[in-house]
């Protein structure tokens, strides 16, 4: 017997998904968080389920610990060291104002403060050339000054190392052999991109967490492995692939949203399945609701990312799944601000204390909340009744806000549920409209614990018609999981006018890059049969931002060059309405996926039944108020014992262990083969 294991840290919630290989079926449990040691959660989630782990052979986890490490800034001692004359490169930033109206706006706080900041005298030229010499004497100097404090990692950054690695390399191995106890993260380890800030950003994020996700991999490795694990275990990448444990613990970097990743990756796999090649991605859980565009079967990636926000965040320069996130979970608490306006986040109950309702001793009114006092929420079978709900602490902590706005709790209820709903459709549109895409041309694909509790009042704000809610939706990130390949990314800055390059040469760099590529993946992963996806950011000759292009196949011709720089007219028209098509264009990084397949598991089929609902699906009546204020009785149903073929329309409700589906008045529900449900908003489907 073969099984495999996914586990997925949320905020608020931890979710493990078992897949059996030999019969295809599929268990699912979710324990709540642990925040002050995050194997407990997970231990706690493997006990619950009856699985083996001396069967299991592939483990594939995601986890909050980075990004929390970066928040909530509780990351060890870290210090920078860089060229002499720009210390200050990682505090200027860009000196940019990304909400010019905010008149207390402020810079992000860097996690390095300047005196921690060491200059070394060396330099090169953009092009890689030696101009300063590495003075090795004045490196050993500076470094017996941070061997004075309690530094636990060293950031090297230095000016040009994307051309030229040889002064940073030297570096590094001077650090090594001064300060052997110490972790060091080489800017050119990471990625090879220019951008000083950026570059600079990414390094010192990789530095401070080292030592934090390290630990941590490794207390979870141990504990698996006193638990009986003996097999592989993966970690999850922003990107929406997996790297391995040693891996993730050199470069955690790239695992920052490896959580919401999962979900973008199920995502793609689901929509494969159901021949669906454009959708949006939308995942609300306890802490944070998550969008990601996927059009024509791939999902969007960035490389422009910013850690908490593009307002306040950190830019990171590796390759991000192009993921909008907003503070709005189910535990989101809901205030009134000082000028009488009801607010919902970004502020979180978590998983401790949680919601009122939760009775555990949070006393905020919180989304959740919102939904039990409606009625949306079961109280004796939340969890599938393994948590009740308390009516009372919810209703006494939604009426204290309600007696602030003059509003009788059931109004106050549905405002925070209208506002929710309004702040995750603007969040969405940000990937859809504000990028020229329509939403109505998109299916929404709902999950997470909330996601499907919300997903037809956020469709209809949008206009999409059509919504796909997965098989146990408050897992489905850790689904998605196991539906990864191995990803490893790749760059290089190499500023070239596409008029000018000859796609002869085009093809040497990416071959260089290729065969890099294969070195890494054979000391990470070994053997296996590796398929390259070549791209470039390009621009018009004179912008600042670029756009990614995935490279045309071969042959490299005389034509080449031309249908390159046709791809890219076709990239600037799709996102900004215009194409300059007499303007030069350039490419300025050549990127390299290098994926390695691996074997994904299969839905299985549920049974096949008529247009109505079994009798034993059916759990009777309850009274909800839905969003327009107007109270309904409406129908409850068991989503476990739904066939497929079966037809629920609203209003409606359809509960499972772990999320609850609303189907509201006009709207229909339909049951496919494999127990996904497919909501239509116009009543026919």
């Not at 309690?150 to 390399?169: F, G, W």
């Not at 209820?413 to 995750?424: E, F």
Request: net charge negative; charged share 20%.
């Amino acid at each position: 017997m073969s099984e495999r294991l996914a586990i997925d840290i949320g905020g608020t919630f931890t979710d493990l998904v078992a897949y059996r290989t030999d019969t295809g079926a599929l268990t699912f449990t979710k324990s709540s968080t642990t925040p002050r040691e995050l194997t407990n959660a997970v231990v706690a989630c493997v006990n619950k389920v009856a699985v083996t782990l001396s069967d299991v052979d592939l483990f594939v986890h995601g986890s909050t610990v980075g990004i929390n490490t970066i928040i909530e800034r509780t990351g060890p001692i870290t210090a920078l060291v860089t060229t002499k004359g720009f210390r200050d490169v990682y505090e200027m930033g860009r000196r940019n104002r990304p909400d010019i109206w905010d008149l207390l706006f402020r810079r992000p706080r860097p996690l390095v403060p300047r005196d921690r900041r060491f200059e070394v005298t060396e330099r090169l030229a953009a092009t890689g050339a030696v101009l300063i010499a590495l003075d090795e004497d004045d490196l050993r100097s500076t470094l017996r000054q941070i061997e004075a404090t309690d530094t636990a990692s060293i950031a090297v950054c230095l000016l040009h190392s994307y051309a030229n690695p040889e002064h940073e390399r030297r570096v590094g191995a001077i650090i090594k052999d001064a300060l052997p106890s110490t972790y060091v993260t080489l800017s050119s380890d990471i990625h090879r991109e220019y951008r000083e800030y950026e570059r600079t950003s990414t390094t010192a994020i990789n530095a401070y967490l080292i030592p934090v996700v390290g630990a941590y991999l490794r207390r979870l490795d141990s504990r698996m492995t006193t638990l009986g694990f003996e097999g592989r275990t993966l970690i999850m990448q922003s990107s929406g692939g997996v790297m391995t444990l040693e891996a993730a613990s050199r470069q955690p970097v790239r695992i920052i949203e490896s959580g919401p990743a999962g979900g973008v990756a199920g995502t793609l796999w689901l929509c494969s399945m159901l021949g669906e090649g454009n959708a949006i991605a939308f995942d609300m859980g306890g802490t944070t609701a998550k969008a990601c565009l996927i059009e024509n079967g791939q999902a969007k990636v960035t490389t422009d990312y910013y850690i908490g926000g593009r307002i306040t965040g950190h830019p990171v320069q590796v390759p991000f799944l192009d993921i909008i996130e907003i503070g709005a979970g189910g535990g989101s608490i809901a205030t009134v601000d000082t000028v009488g306006a009801l607010n919902v986040g970004p502020h979180s109950a978590g998983a401790e204390p949680g919601p009122a309702c939760y009775d555990l001793g949070g006393a905020h009114a919180t989304v959740t909340d919102a939904n039990l006092l409606v009625g949306k929420l079961d109280p004796e079978r939340f969890l599938g009744g393994e948590m009740k709900l308390n009516e009372r602490r919810g209703l006494e902590a939604v009426s204290a806000l309600g007696e602030r706005l003059g509003l009788t709790p059931v109004d106050t209820a549905n405002g925070i549920l209208r506002i929710a709903n309004a702040m995750m459709a603007a969040a969405i549109s940000k990937v859809t409209v504000e990028r020229g895409f329509d939403p109505r041309d998109f299916v929404m694909v709902a999950y997470g614990g909330a996601g499907p509790m919300h997903a037809t009042a956020v469709a209809r704000e949008l206009g999409v018609q059509r919504l796909i809610i997965p098989q146990a939706p408050g897992q489905f990130s850790a689904l998605g999981m196991l539906t990864t390949d191995f990803r490893y990314d790749f760059a290089q800055t190499y500023p070239s006018a596409t008029a000018n390059l000859a796609a002869t040469e085009l093809d040497d760099r990416f071959c260089a890059l290729e065969t890099e590529a294969r070195a890494e993946l054979a000391n990470d992963v070994g053997s296996g049969n590796v398929r390259f996806v070549r791209s470039a950011d390009m621009r018009y000759v004179g912008q600042f931002h670029t756009l990614v292009v995935v490279l045309p196949d071969g042959p490299y011709d005389d034509s080449y060059m031309d249908r390159l720089a046709a791809r890219f007219h076709q990239a600037h028209e799709a996102r900004y309405g215009h194409a300059a098509l007499s303007e030069p264009t350039q490419i300025i990084n050549l990127r390299l996926a290098a994926i390695i397949q691996l074997s994904k598991p299969a839905l299985p089929r549920i049974d096949v039944g008529t247009d109505l609902p079994p009798d034993s699906a059916r759990l009777g009546m309850r009274r909800v108020t839905w969003e327009d204020g107007t109270e309904v009785a409406s129908a409850i149903f068991q989503r476990e014992l739904l066939q497929s073929g079966n037809r629920i329309a609203g209003p409606a409700i359809i509960q499972e262990s772990a999320s609850v589906i609303p189907i509201g008045r006009g709207e229909t529900a339909r049951v496919d083969e494999f127990g996904n449900l497919h909501i239509s908003l116009q009543g026919g489907n």
